[in-house]
């Protein structure tokens, strides 16, 4: 085994840790996945300072070094590999606005909830606004190029990310971007990282960019009798405009959500639709009526709203279904995506999975993107159950792809859906990727194992 002394002397106390109870919670991110290692120690690195020392001693000696923000991830992109190196970037929070040039400065280990509550002092708002948002780390964030509930009209992490500072595989410390908000010097080596799910550097550093704190909202919420009405009237609200939200749950999910948090839904729909505009109160009038005869015209009941407390329980009805759905089992958790006019048929492909492989397949999603979050139940203490299962986590993957989608549209590859890359990127853009990869990590150190 490597001896780690020199590393645990080289930075302050505590900040090693190598006892096996303590470094167990590293092990893990939210997808819980059994294949996980056993780390040699954990770096809870409290600056960026530390994290190069870290990154130069695992180069050193040639161990795999796994980065971690929250753990919050649900692509096992965290989860450790036996005799690697965990750098840890929890203690890493400090967040900082600069209203006069409308960024925030965040560390890694910074919560988004922390942004958001950051920026909203100041009248500024942070959208990306992963279902997660009070315990998923900026860094993990980026790492990903998280989305979320807000993301059809405001875009995803990458639109907000003005500068990183990366540590690199040798240590090396290097600053992309600035408070700038236009800047095309150079190659786009920011956009690089963003999404690289820690296998290219280790952020230590974050300029989000922010806009004027989000306007009254009125909400929507129209019940259908099927998943597939709810999707048609996806694809015809996205035809003429832009909502701010629009999202889907599928009767498992409403139900398993009742059965975890009593709200009042529907649990006879067969699909909701949750949907909100933020235009200015003429704009909002003309879309909540657009959307709301666009769900008529699939036959649904529609609630509209312009109480923002009422607006606000359905989006944690929403938000509630990944914990809600914890409980009726073991999950293996997708995040397939396609064309937002192609919705219907991904989730009809998906349907008949669940039917084929006689598995459980609740269904949640961000529908005005197109990205879905097929959340396939089953029971881990039964072999011929979690076979099934896999069978089918596959060929939802496959699905996808065949509908020009894609296997991952804000969680990442992760470990978890690594052998199914090649059957999106094809060869050529597979080998394009690991010429990247092998430019900046020669020696393959950075979470190995992960997304490629």
Not at 22 to 39: C, H, I, L, N, V
Not at 188 to 207: D, N, Y
Request: glycine share 10%.
């Amino acid at each position: 085994m490597t001896n780690i002394d020199d590393l645990v002397a080289s930075l302050p106390e505590g900040v090693v840790v190598t006892e096996p109870d303590a470094m167990e919670k590293y092990r893990f991110d939210w997808s819980r996945d059994q294949s996980a290692g056993t780390p040699l120690a954990v770096v809870r690195a409290e600056d960026a300072g530390q994290v190069q020392t870290a990154v130069r001693w695992a180069a050193e000696h040639g161990i795999g070094i796994v980065p971690r923000g929250a753990g919050s991830g649900l692509s096992g992109g965290s989860s450790a590999v036996d005799g690697c190196l965990v750098v840890s970037l929890e203690r890493m929070r400090a967040v900082q606005i600069d209203p006069a040039s409308q960024v925030a400065v965040a560390e890694p280990g910074a919560f988004n909830a922390d942004v958001k509550r950051a920026a909203a002092e100041h009248d500024l708002w942070y959208p990306p606004d992963p279902s997660s948002f009070e315990i998923c780390s900026i860094g993990g964030n980026v790492a990903t190029n998280a989305g979320g509930l807000c993301c059809v009209k405001y875009g995803v992490t990458t639109d907000y990310v003005l500068g990183l500072d990366v540590v690199l595989a040798d240590g090396t410390l290097v600053e992309l971007g600035g408070k700038r908000i236009k800047d095309v010097a150079g190659l786009p080596l920011l956009k690089l990282f963003v999404g690289s799910e820690g296998t290219l550097g280790i952020v230590t550093r974050v300029i989000l960019r922010l806009v004027p704190r989000q306007g009254a909202r009125s909400t929507l919420v129209a019940s259908f009798a099927t998943v597939r009405q709810a999707a048609d009237a996806v694809v015809a609200i996205r035809a003429v405009l832009r909502p701010s939200m629009l999202e889907l749950m599928d009767r498992a999910t409403v139900n398993a959500v009742e059965d975890y948090k009593p709200m009042g839904l529907d649990r006879t729909a067969g699909a909701l639709l949750i949907a909100q505009s933020d235009a200015p109160a003429a704009a909002r009038s003309a879309e909540m009526a657009a959307m709301e005869s666009a769900c008529a015209g699939q036959g649904a009941e529609v609630f509209v709203t312009d109480d923002p407390d009422e607006g606000e329980l359905f989006v944690q009805a929403r938000r509630s279904g990944f914990p809600a759905l914890e409980r009726r089992g073991s999950l293996l958790l997708e995040d397939v995506g396609a064309p937002v006019p192609l919705l219907p048929d991904l989730l009809d492909a998906i349907a008949e999975i669940a039917e084929r492989h006689g598995v459980e397949i609740p269904v949640v999603a961000h529908a005005g993107d197109g990205n879905t979050h097929p959340n396939i139940v089953y029971d881990a203490t039964d072999p011929d159950s979690e076979r099934r299962a896999r069978l089918a986590f596959d060929h939802v993957m496959s699905a996808a792809i065949a509908l020009g989608g894609t296997i991952t549209g804000e969680h990442g590859v992760g470990r978890a859906k690594r052998a199914a890359l090649p059957e999106q990127l094809g060869p050529d853009v597979m080998a394009l990727n690991r010429r990247v990869k092998d430019a900046l990590d020669p020696q393959g150190i950075l979470n190995p194992g992960a997304a490629l």
